[in-house]
């Protein structure tokens, strides 16, 4: 059996796997293993199992995940995302579709002490869709809303994905995350006016509410200043050369936990339980590294990617072209796979062949963090996108009186704008890459 076909027959394994519900790291990592004995034989499969989880649980930039994670836990547990949707609706609210929009304008907030798009599809999900049903609300767009507000945990950063994503492609997290900002908060507004124009052509599925006196909307604004302050001390002090993403992450982590126990959110409990849910996440995101490498050490060894990128390389079409079929490839991908494994196993393999490519003239590194945003911003898409939506299912299942038909029905307007942010990316990387400019030349 020659090594390419060996490559094929472990990529369609794993497919079987996953189809069979087999946990994803499990999925890659059988059939990596087999591909990689049959093809080096035993001892060097020992010899490669001996050293690579150590040399992955060991690597010191890896250690910002589980800070991220620990951050949006006492987030989570400490009460932050209610002041934030207080103070979101106290400005807002009052307009047609406006606690809709409060909940995208709480997402995004909430996403920059989070960077997780489960956690805060989940934590803005309990705080907002009884105040939306309450005032009248469709369940079909509360939930679409609260779904697609979700995907802005990773959009605006810090990002989980986005951090993996520069550990495989060994580029600056803090450069990544200036590149994600200004697409982020451009995905917030558009999806803003999508609410805005939804309500307008269906004024039946958000009635307005009653507009908060001045002083009411005052106070709930001042709720969000522990939020605020962490944001500023975090990114303020990567982006201002103080430190490190990976000591912003661990002072984000003691901010935030300090500011939910100094409003007396945080209990013992909810501080328990944090440690216990970013142990669970990050076991679980480890264990996906390890099934990757595996998967992608075997691929190497059949040579597949370089393969690829030389094809890739040669092809006759417009390099653009190419980019927007691999970002088609990710949406369909994003059906059976969740992004963290999406990107594990498809960035060594894609990214040479992207690298490879003229893309408008843009440098090295500059095309590596355009990429990314777009990888990004795709891999969004496939949070919501139907059959799977790993958005749609978490919200669902805390809002158990929607059919999940209908909140797909309701995510297709957000889907919309979806395909328009990253055509415009596509086709303005100034859009990403302006910010980069400027904070770092």
Same mark, same amino acid.
């Given at each position: 059996m020659?090594?390419?076909l060996?490559?094929?027959?472990? *990529?369609?394994?794993m497919?079987?796997l996953?189809?069979?519900?087999?946990p994803?790291?499990?999925?890659?990592?059988?059939?990596?293993?087999?591909?990689?004995?049959?093809?080096?034989?035993?001892?060097?499969?020992?010899n490669?199992?001996?050293?690579?989880a150590?040399?992955?649980?060991?690597?010191?930039?890896?250690?910002?995940?589980?800070? *991220?994670?620990?951050?949006?836990?006492?987030a989570?547990?400490g009460g932050?995302?209610?002041?934030l949707?207080?103070?979101?609706?106290?400005? $807002?609210?009052?307009?047609r579709?406006g606690?809709?929009?409060?909940?995208?304008?709480?997402?995004g907030a *909430?996403g920059?002490?989070?960077?997780?798009?489960?956690?805060?599809s989940?934590?803005?999900?309990?705080?907002?869709?009884?105040?939306m049903?309450?005032?009248?609300?469709s369940?079909?767009?509360?939930?679409?809303?609260?779904?697609?507000g979700?995907?802005?945990?990773?959009?605006?950063?810090?990002?989980?994905?986005?951090?993996?994503?520069?550990?495989?492609?060994?580029?600056?997290?803090?450069?990544? *995350?200036?590149?994600?900002?200004v697409?982020?908060?451009l995905?917030?507004?558009?999806?803003?006016?999508?609410?805005?124009l939804?309500c307008?052509?269906?004024?039946e599925l958000?009635?307005?509410?009653?507009?908060l006196?001045?002083?009411?909307?005052?106070s709930?604004l001042?709720?969000?200043?522990p939020?605020?302050?962490?944001?500023f001390?975090?990114?303020?002090?990567?982006?201002?050369?103080?430190?490190?993403?990976?000591?912003?992450?661990?002072?984000?982590?003691?901010?935030?936990?300090?500011?939910?126990?100094?409003q007396?959110?945080l209990?013992?409990?909810?501080?328990?339980?944090?440690?216990?849910?970013?142990?669970?996440?990050?076991?679980?995101?480890?264990m996906?590294?390890?099934?990757?490498?595996?998967?992608n050490?075997?691929?190497a060894l059949?040579q597949?990617?370089?393969?690829l990128?030389?094809?890739?390389?040669?092809?006759?079409v417009?390099?653009?072209?190419?980019?927007?079929?691999i970002l088609?490839?990710?949406?369909?991908?994003?059906?059976?796979?969740?992004?963290?494994?999406?990107?594990?196993?498809?960035?060594?393999?894609i990214?040479?062949?992207v690298?490879g490519l003229?893309?408008?003239?843009?440098?090295?590194?500059?095309?590596?963090?355009?990429?990314?945003?777009?990888?990004?911003?795709?891999?969004?898409?496939?949070?919501?996108?139907?059959p799977?939506?790993?958005?749609?299912?978490?919200?669902?299942?805390?809002?158990r009186?929607v059919?999940?038909?209908?909140?797909?029905k309701g995510?297709?307007?957000?889907l919309a704008?979806?395909?328009?942010?990253?055509?415009?990316?596509?086709?303005?990387?100034?859009?990403?890459?302006g910010? $980069?400019?400027?904070?770092?030349?």
């Amino acid at each position: 059996m020659t090594p390419t076909l060996i490559g094929v027959v472990m *990529f369609c394994g794993m497919l079987l796997l996953m189809g069979l519900r087999v946990p994803i790291a499990a999925a890659m990592f059988i059939p990596g293993a087999l591909g990689y004995w049959a093809m080096s034989g035993e001892a060097s499969l020992l010899n490669l199992l001996k050293g690579s989880a150590v040399a992955r649980l060991t690597l010191y930039d890896l250690s910002v995940i589980p800070l *991220f994670l620990l951050m949006g836990q006492f987030a989570t547990q400490g009460g932050l995302s209610r002041a934030l949707f207080r103070a979101a609706a106290a400005l $807002v609210g009052h307009v047609r579709g406006g606690l809709g929009m409060a909940s995208i304008l709480s997402a995004g907030a *909430f996403g920059a002490v989070c960077g997780s798009s489960v956690a805060t599809s989940a934590t803005i999900t309990q705080v907002a869709y009884p105040e939306m049903r309450a005032h009248g609300y469709s369940g079909r767009l509360a939930t679409a809303t609260l779904a697609t507000g979700g995907t802005l945990g990773i959009l605006i950063p810090p990002s989980v994905p986005l951090v993996v994503y520069a550990i495989l492609t060994e580029q600056n997290i803090a450069k990544l *995350f200036a590149a994600a900002m200004v697409p982020g908060i451009l995905a917030m507004l558009g999806y803003i006016v999508v609410i805005s124009l939804v309500c307008r052509r269906n004024p039946e599925l958000a009635p307005p509410t009653q507009k908060l006196p001045a002083a009411q909307r005052w106070s709930a604004l001042l709720g969000v200043w522990p939020i605020a302050t962490i944001f500023f001390i975090v990114f303020g002090g990567i982006y201002g050369g103080v430190f490190s993403p990976t000591e912003g992450a661990a002072v984000g982590a003691v901010a935030t936990l300090l500011a939910g126990l100094f409003q007396r959110e945080l209990t013992l409990e909810g501080v328990k339980r944090s440690f216990l849910g970013t142990a669970e996440t990050s076991a679980m995101v480890f264990m996906i590294f390890l099934g990757a490498d595996m998967m992608n050490a075997s691929l190497a060894l059949t040579q597949m990617p370089a393969a690829l990128a030389d094809w890739v390389s040669h092809l006759q079409v417009n390099p653009m072209l190419i980019v927007a079929a691999i970002l088609v490839f990710y949406v369909i991908l994003g059906c059976v796979m969740d992004e963290l494994s999406m990107l594990l196993l498809t960035i060594p393999v894609i990214f040479p062949a992207v690298m490879g490519l003229d893309l408008m003239g843009l440098g090295a590194q500059d095309k590596a963090i355009w990429f990314g945003v777009l990888v990004l911003m795709t891999v969004g898409i496939g949070l919501i996108a139907p059959p799977v939506g790993l958005n749609v299912y978490v919200v669902n299942n805390l809002a158990r009186d929607v059919p999940m038909a209908e909140t797909y029905k309701g995510v297709f307007p957000f889907l919309a704008w979806d395909a328009l942010r990253v055509l415009l990316l596509l086709a303005f990387p100034v859009i990403s890459l302006g910010l $980069v400019q400027l904070l770092f030349n």
